[in-house]
């Protein structure tokens, strides 16, 4: 018989108090696997929303957060917006002719190269303020599906996996297609061709039965924000009531000529708003001076997204998940000096069974070895039930994990190392994907365990080490 | 094969003092030669035993066995020799609680030899008439059967030398004959000294060499004349 079935057996005989210590290590282990858990899923799901393939939002002037927030997480109440000139402002005279092909050439105004579209990948205007459900609606163009890549540089980014993307303008429906994303169809069950009311403003009451949208096309999901986001065409999102700027009597498609809704002519530019553009630059120094030169004047703001979000984590994130770590670290110690307690109170009972091993011939190390090998078995054992549980447990609720922040979770994707240990190991490994799917902060748990049991298994051990086997012997038990 | 030569041992009182219990200046037992040690409780019979097998450490003297002085040897080297050579059969509660009856019996060789002959435990646990509990615990064995367990776990490593501290004390007469004519014969058999410690007259009449311990012992002798 090993060591180990000996220490088993040692265990099974004080089932209920082994049991409730193992289960307190596990519960204790549970946490802080579940702590490491969810702090890579909210940093996965930061950086990787924070890849967002735009390095700038221009929005109104006011806190750079909430335009952040509300631009790429559709969070946060919605903010002012920016006047349709100031958007022109990052196309080129050629780029502003084909997105105002529609409007008639006297409506246009004298159109030229805007100030700020030298330089500029790529500018795309998004209107928010909508709902559908509890869904954020975005009003946007076509190439918000067209211009970002996938991470090859190659693939687009977004794929439809029903229907179609929307166009500007489409003889069956007018003005008014829509995209939906992933969860949105999941949640709402919509389908290509099916109607969707905007609310305005979020309002349920206020809904636009004026103006439905068709959906023309279901995202496949992108594990992005855009998977809750229905996107609609800006040229529709202008046209229904109440988004017009009004300044003057002018009605919006006052002008009307046919009986249709989507005979109506484009809102005219000066009645247009954007609520935020996004913007890619060709390099980070044009961008940086893109930057100061907006934020100096008065009409908008501009943010990196990057950054914002970067210290948004920093500052409030981090310091939340490094004090639940430490909690539940604590939860563990005190798990292990339970279990201290519970192996060293049954010494005394036990040492007429140390002193009768020790007369069969059994070593002093080996009687301390056995007694090692319990405080081992209930850390470790506790420890992988634990460990085991959370992932179970993070697993259970993945759907629901991935509606809310589109990161997808694996049964056994191990928590990732932390920052300041990734960029100490060597990129070949990190990048290696076997190798590097295994570079885990969670690897510290088994040593980790193993230490603390070596810790408190250790006076137990020693006094079984010590135990005087002649008196213990001499007195009857 | 057992020769003991002024052999001291001494406990501390509560209040410090050295209490002497035994003095032995010569005690000797041949190799396969059967014997009993009798006295009366408290003597120092067991404090003997416990020496013989290196559990405790005299305060002088010498202890060869088969022409080893083990009071020489480490604790280590005395835990190593007693697995070796030696069997132990306690007065009482001698199993251990949490492992069935082979299990303790195989234990033993375990401890050992680190090597394990399940054959010898099963014929071992048969001899004593027990084929039927080999995986009973000892919380369900009567005292009787534990004892006998005890008994086949103390030849399971085919000691030398067998020390028997009262193999039949909580035993009724029928058992006691059956666990005294076991190891009897298996000593022989397997020609192994015993040193049995019995309270039993009856069992004492069945050898030929009983020492009461106050005739080898100074300490009980002077005891008695102070008495
Ligand atoms: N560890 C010890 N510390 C102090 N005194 C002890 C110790 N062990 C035994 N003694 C004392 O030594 C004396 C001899 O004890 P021992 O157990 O050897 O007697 P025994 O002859 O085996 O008696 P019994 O027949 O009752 O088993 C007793 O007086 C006992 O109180
Ligand atoms: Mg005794």
């Known amino acids: 018989m090993s060591i180990w079935q000996i220490a088993w057996r040692s265990i099974r005989q004080r089932a209920l108090a082994s049991s409730l210590t193992a289960f307190s290590m596990a519960l204790g282990v549970l946490l802080v696997t579940a702590v490491l858990l969810v702090h890579g899923l909210i940093t996965k799901s930061f950086t990787d929303?924070?890849?967002?393939?735009?390095?700038?939002?221009?929005?109104?002037?006011?806190?750079?957060?909430?335009?952040?927030?509300?631009?790429?997480?559709?969070?946060?109440q919605p903010v002012e917006n920016l006047p349709y000139t100031f958007y022109q402002e990052f196309l080129t005279k050629e780029e502003q002719e084909n997105e105002l092909a529609l409007m008639k050439p006297e409506n246009r105004g004298e159109l030229k190269d805007g100030t700020y579209a030298k330089n500029i990948d790529f500018a795309i205007p998004v209107n928010l303020g909508d709902t559908y459900q509890h869904f954020r609606i975005v009003g946007t163009l076509p190439k918000f599906f067209e211009v970002f890549k996938a991470d090859n540089e190659v693939d687009p980014k977004y794929h439809f996996r029903h229907g179609r993307n929307f166009k500007v303008w489409d003889d069956e429906h007018g003005y008014f297609e829509a995209v939906i994303g992933s969860i949105v169809a999941s949640e709402t069950g919509l389908k290509v061709g099916d109607k969707i009311e905007a609310a305005h403003g979020g309002d349920p009451n206020?809904?636009?039965?004026?103006?439905?949208?068709?959906?023309?096309?279901?995202?496949?999901?992108?594990?992005?924000?855009?998977?809750?986001?229905?996107?609609?065409?800006?040229?529709?999102?202008?046209?229904?009531?109440?988004?017009?700027?009004?300044?003057?009597?002018?009605?919006?498609?006052?002008?009307?000529?046919?009986?249709?809704?989507?005979?109506?002519?484009?809102?005219?530019?000066?009645?247009?708003?954007?609520?935020?553009?996004?913007?890619?630059?060709?390099?980070?120094?044009?961008?940086?001076?893109?930057?100061?030169?907006v934020n100096e004047g008065n009409v908008a703001q501009i943010a990196s997204p990057v950054y914002v979000i970067a210290s948004l984590f920093e500052f409030i994130v981090k310091p939340i998940q490094t004090l639940l770590l430490v909690l539940t670290i604590m939860i563990c110690l005190v798990s292990g000096i339970s279990i201290l307690v519970s192996i060293y109170n049954s010494m005394n009972d036990r040492k007429r069974e140390i002193a009768i091993m020790r007369a069969l011939g059994a070593r002093r190390v080996t009687v301390m070895g056995i007694v090692l090998g319990e405080s081992i078995i209930l850390s470790v054992g506790g420890g992988i039930l634990g460990w085991m549980g959370a992932h179970l447990l993070l697993f259970s609720a993945s759907p629901f994990v991935e509606a809310q922040t589109g990161v997808q979770i694996g049964l056994f994707e191990l928590a990732p190392l932390p920052r300041w240990l990734e960029v100490e190991i060597p990129e070949v490994i990190i990048n290696n994907s076997w190798i590097g799917q295994f570079c885990s902060i969670e690897l510290v748990i088994i040593p980790g365990l193993l230490l603390l049991a070596v810790l408190v298994g250790f006076l137990p051990a020693y006094t079984a080490y010590r135990t005087d086997v002649a008196q213990a012997l001499s007195s009857s038990p | 094969m057992l020769e003991i030569k002024n052999l001291e041992k001494s406990f501390r009182s509560p209040t410090g003092e050295r209490v002497p219990i035994l003095n032995v200046p010569q005690f000797n037992v041949a190799a396969a030669e059967q014997m009993v040690i009798v006295g009366r409780s408290g003597c120092g019979k067991s404090t003997l035993l416990h020496l013989i097998a290196g559990i405790g450490r005299p305060d002088s003297g010498h202890i060869a066995i088969n022409g080893l002085d083990i009071t020489r040897l480490s604790e280590e080297g005395r835990d190593r020799f007693r697995a070796e050579v030696m069997g132990y059969v306690f007065q009482t509660f001698n199993l251990l609680q949490g492992f069935t009856a082979l299990e303790n019996v195989i234990l033993g060789m375990s401890f050992a030899r680190g090597r394990v002959d399940h054959g010898r435990a099963r014929d071992l646990l048969h001899r004593v008439g027990l084929d039927h509990r080999l995986d009973a615990y000892p919380r369900t064995m009567s005292v009787g059967e534990q004892q006998r367990v005890a008994v086949a776990r103390a030849l399971a490593n085919r000691p030398k030398l067998l020390l028997a501290d009262e193999p039949t004390a909580n035993v009724d007469p029928a058992n006691q004959q059956a666990i005294v004519d076991l190891i009897r014969e298996t000593c022989q058999e397997e020609e192994i000294s015993l040193v049995m410690v019995t309270h039993s007259m009856e069992v004492a009449e069945q050898f030929q060499r009983v020492d009461p311990l106050e005739k080898l012992n100074l300490v009980a002798q002077a005891n008695k004349a102070h008495a």
Do not use: C, W
């Not at chain 1, 009531?241 to 009986?259: L, T």
């Open chain 1, 206 to 293: 206020d809904v636009h039965s004026d103006s439905p949208f068709i959906v023309v096309g279901i995202l496949a999901p992108s594990g992005t924000p855009n998977d809750r986001a229905v996107f609609i065409n800006m040229e529709g999102f202008y046209l229904m009531s109440g988004h017009a700027k009004v300044e003057e009597n002018e009605r919006p498609g006052a002008d009307v000529s046919g009986s249709t809704i989507s005979r109506r002519k484009p809102l005219p530019i000066k009645q247009r708003e954007v609520t935020a553009i996004l913007i890619r630059t060709h390099d980070p120094v044009f961008g940086r001076s893109l930057k100061n030169r």
């Open chain 1, 49 to 76: 929303n924070s890849n967002l393939g735009y390095d700038l939002i221009a929005g109104a002037k006011g806190g750079k957060l909430q335009l952040v927030l509300n631009t790429t997480f559709y969070l946060s």
